[in-house]
């Protein structure tokens, strides 16, 4: 093969990788192992474009330098395959969700492999196949057999709990539970109905159902995550959203909140990322204080850090959606407190705490009594206020809290400075009104002011010390069509679980993906849509799961994809434990990677899986940008005018696809068929070329600039593909995709290719001893690349493979010593071309099989030095010796240099500075 032709070449080794199971990873209790994992993704219609393989050629590299490593390496790849775009679709067209997502991973997987990618295959899953969400729903029943036990810090057997109630009842039980859980004795458990009993234990079981406000969308007919939603219409479809209160499924997460705040210490992520979630989790340390509603026997409970500033309260906020706010206002305040709750309740909550500018609120007419002082306060509803942070409501202190300072600002509110010590840790500046002092916990310390002000709360009755979480219990249902059926039937209003036999449950048939015309979800359209036992036929549930469900736990699935009797083997998960390297994008911090830590938690608790923490490296990757390309249209014309001549004409900038613009430069028979319109366009030139104008945007279909994956591989081929999109920079960096360096990257290729073969194309290694030159270039690149793998800093290890090919060509090296370790240590980068070459080379394995190639120090170790010789403080010479000679044998091989002597003029040097490695230093 005279020419380095890389499509037959990728065709041959995909092929050969895919009929020789050349990934397939088994248990090796003889190896170490090796985890890489990429986010796996949901499969949309639209297939790859070139900024989605960046991670996932990344974590291949690794994978592939780990097992040259002696690794034992599991890389696998599946996909998210339940969502919403996909019931959309079936919604729109009546076709089965399962007919496109199909399609969609299809496509998905031919492009995947079109890459490359070291991936087992054998151990693809999907989220919507029965045989993986059977053990979704079989996670789901043990988390609704569950209960989390505070003492033993960990989740535990409600069957456990039963027996405690039916002796002690649950007085001294410390557990997580609902706020409103009563106390009872034994007596009192035995003498409740089974249906108090089964409601009485929802209040503590982690997945349970509530009444839960919720971001509802009508037209999607679905619950909408605070994500899905966007300035009160959902992003998909752009319709409106409202807050509503629905009975919902949800988990206690919340349950977990210290344990994954105490993890995150245990993990190698970004310090961004461990701060998101910190963030999310919110722990604060404080009390809770109630004040009496004046006339009422209502009371308020706030959640404050701050109990010791509660003398500078001069006003109660409540959150607009919060029950309480709308039986407290009074006839005077009704129509403008009532009006503003309408549109407040229903912004969602990202909205109102991300939007410091918009100031607004209502006073309902009522007023609160402070009670460590008896003033009257009024009460209030404001947007910031959030009904699931704490209480959902707050005692503001204007004088030592921007938010409330800016509300109370805005309503002509007071404003009263505390001025005590127990303000000197850092509050927010007074700013103005009268000061005052805060009673008998004035003149301590805030740790001091703050314990006395719990101890008389606590004394009177009137609140008590508390942690406090930002984070809430995560809602768990759909009303959607295309999830995971909850393994849940109803009886007498109260939910049973199926029994494990019956996993799993299968989606049924329904006519239309829509609600019903009762408002019930999709599943209500099903046929006998109910679970049969032995006392009779009963209700199934009807939401469905939602997204994150299979996402959470996929990564121990992998370990066992085939598994019908678990869903995964102890042996399996206790040899391939925590994932060793996971990438995938910052987006998912405070959903996917929250719920994945939580669910893993569980089910280290329940001794299904050894670890409790199932991500110990993760690394986000930037997103490649889009180039966009402009053509410059001249007004009221057909015309189009190059980018250089722009500004003599009177045009306006036109996207143009992208690929019909190679080097910024226009195929003008391209872009006349590229759109009707533009059949008979005409140019005005430059040089006889029409150049574009270009800019860095996001990639989408609407900027013409999504560059597929598909024209790069036909073009340049996989291995280009894959070299430049890790040139490209650093891969936490964003970054701008430019066709217009793939060629450098491409020649660099041939390059290669060229040093395994002849003038005349043939291939020609030399089995004679390679030079020192020819070592000490190759030792550079593993020495380089060593370190690169060590830091995931791939971008420069290509800029070294590019070094010791020029290095090589220079010496016109065709030494199997240089060429054989050479192949083995591009070829986690460039695959393809590497099996070609080891092929070449005589073995009959594959390239995957071989050793990374020992780094021997001593090739770098320089025999001799190009001294700079300096005359007067200038450099006037260079001469090359050796690093053995002494300083005076230095000097005298330099005044006899012809190069020194001409500058020395025949006289004698007064002073000689020698450094024996660095510099000669002669002074006249």
């Not at 999109?725 to 793939?742: A, D, R, S, Y």
């Amino acid at each position: 093969m005279a020419d380095y032709n890389f499509r037959e070449i990728e065709q041959k080794w995909q092929s050969y990788w895919n009929e020789k199971g050349t990934f397939k990873a088994e248990v090796d209790p003889n190896r170490p192992k090796f985890y890489s994992l990429d986010m796996f993704p949901y499969p949309s219609g639209a297939g790859l474009h070139v900024g989605h393989p960046l991670g996932y050629i990344a974590s291949d590299i690794v994978s592939r330098f780990k097992a040259l490593k002696g690794f034992n390496v599991l890389h696998p790849m599946g996909y998210d395959s339940f969502g919403l775009p996909a019931e959309q679709y079936a919604i729109q067209t009546g076709q089965h969700p399962a007919i496109t997502t199909e399609q969609n991973i299809s496509r998905y997987t031919e492009q995947l492999k079109n890459i490359g990618f070291a991936f087992d295959w054998d151990r693809e899953v999907r989220t919507s196949d029965p045989a993986y969400y059977k053990w979704t729903q079989w996670i789901f029943m043990q988390l609704f057999k569950s209960y989390y036990d505070l003492d033993a810090n960990k989740a535990l057997s409600i069957d456990s709990l039963i027996s405690r109630f039916e002796t002690l009842g649950n007085k001294g039980v410390n557990a997580v539970s609902d706020e409103d859980t009563p106390t009872f004795s034994a007596e009192d458990w035995k003498a409740f109905s089974v249906k108090e009993k089964q409601e009485m234990l929802l209040k503590y079981r982690l997945t349970f159902l509530a009444e839960t406000t919720v971001n509802w969308c009508a037209a999607l007919g679905t619950v909408l995550s605070n994500d899905e939603v966007k300035d009160g219409f959902s992003e998909r479809g752009g319709h409106p959203v409202e807050r509503k209160k629905m009975m919902q499924w949800s988990m206690r997460i919340t349950a977990y909140a210290d344990r994954l705040l105490q993890g995150l210490d245990r993990v190698d992520w970004a310090e961004p990322i461990k701060e998101m979630q910190r963030n999310w989790i919110g722990k604060s340390i404080g009390a809770e204080v109630i004040f009496q509603v004046k006339g009422s026997d209502q009371t308020i409970k706030v959640f404050t850090t701050r109990v010791d500033t509660i003398y500078g309260v001069t006003y109660l906020a409540l959150a607009p959606e919060s029950e309480l706010a709308a039986s407290l206002i009074t006839e005077g305040q009704r129509a403008i407190a009532e009006a503003y709750i309408e549109v407040a309740k229903n912004r969602s909550e990202r909205e109102r705490m991300s939007d410091v500018k918009t100031i607004s609120g209502a006073f309902t007419g009522s007023y609160a009594i402070n009670p460590f002082n008896g003033e009257e306060i009024q009460i209030w509803v404001a947007d910031y206020v959030l009904a699931g942070y704490g209480t959902g409501a707050v005692m503001a202190v204007p004088a030592h809290d921007e938010r409330d300072y800016n509300f109370a600002k805005h309503f002509g509110l007071e404003i009263r400075q505390v001025i005590d010590g127990s303000m000197e840790n850092g509050s927010f500046p007074g700013k103005g009104g009268f000061i005052i002092n805060s009673g008998f916990i004035s003149n301590l310390y805030m740790k001091d002011a703050m314990a006395k002000a719990i101890e008389f709360l606590e004394e009177k009755g009137i609140g008590k010390g508390k942690i406090q979480y930002r984070m809430r219990d995560a809602i768990f249902t759909r009303q959607r069509y295309w999830g995971e059926p909850l393994p849940v039937y109803f009886k007498d209003g109260l939910p049973y679980l199926i029994e494990e036999k019956d996993l799993p449950l299968v989606l049924p048939e329904v006519d239309k993906y829509l609600p019903t015309e009762d408002g019930e979800p999709p599943l209500g359209r099903a046929k006998d849509w109910t679970y049969k036992t032995a006392e009779g036929e009963f209700p199934l549930e009807m939401s469905t799961m939602p997204g994150w469900a299979g996402s959470s736990w996929y990564f121990f699935r992998y370990m066992d994809t085939k598994n019908n009797s678990v869903f995964a083997d102890k042996a399996k998960t206790d040899y391939w434990g925590a994932v060793d390297l996971y990438i995938g994008g910052s987006e998912h911090a405070t959903g996917h990677l929250l719920y994945s830590r939580f669910w893993t938690k569980f089910l280290h608790d329940i001794g299904a899986v050894h670890i409790d923490e199932p991500f110990q490296k993760m690394i986000n990757q930037g997103m490649i940008q889009g180039r966009s390309n402009f053509v410059y249209r001249v007004k009221g014309s057909n015309q189009f005018v190059s980018y250089g001549l722009k500004d003599q004409y009177d045009s306006f900038a036109m996207h143009v696809d992208v690929n019909i613009v190679h080097n910024d430069q226009l195929n003008l028979e391209k872009f006349k068929a590229w759109r009707p319109d533009l059949a008979d366009a005409k140019f005005i030139l430059e040089d006889g070329k029409y150049i574009c104008g270009s800019e860095v945007e996001k990639m989408s279909k609407s900027k013409y600039n999504v560059v597929n994956p598909d024209d790069i591989i036909e073009r340049y081929g996989a291995d280009t593909l894959r070299l430049y999109e890790m040139f490209l920079g650093p891969l936490e960096q964003f970054k701008p995709w430019n066709t217009n360096g793939i060629d450098g990257v491409f020649k660099f290729l041939r390059k290669l290719w060229n040093l395994y073969h002849n003038a005349a194309g043939e291939f020609s290694v030399s089995d004679a001893p390679a030079s020192k030159e020819e070592l000490k270039a190759l030792h550079k690149a593993i020495k380089k690349m060593e370190e690169d793998m060590a830091n995931h800093s791939f971008n420069t290890s290509v800029s070294s493979f590019m070094i010791c090919v020029n290095e090589l060509t220079a010496l016109k090296s065709n030494k199997r010593e240089i060429l054989e370790p050479l192949a083995v240590l591009i070829s986690p980068y460039a695959p393809h071309i590497a099996e070609e070459l080891w092929a070449l080379l005589g073995h009959q394995e594959s390239i995957t099989k071989s050793s990374f190639p020992d780094f021997k120090e001593e090739y770098l170790v320089e025999s001799a030095f190009e001294y700079p010789v300096m005359i007067n403080g200038k450099m006037r010479a260079k001469i090359n010796l050796s690093l053995s000679l002494s300083v005076q044998e230095i000097e005298k091989a330099a005044l006899s240099d012809e190069g020194v002597q001409k500058w020395l003029e025949g006289k004698a040097p007064k002073k000689a500075i020698i450094v024996p490695g660095k510099i000669v230093n002669l002074v006249l």
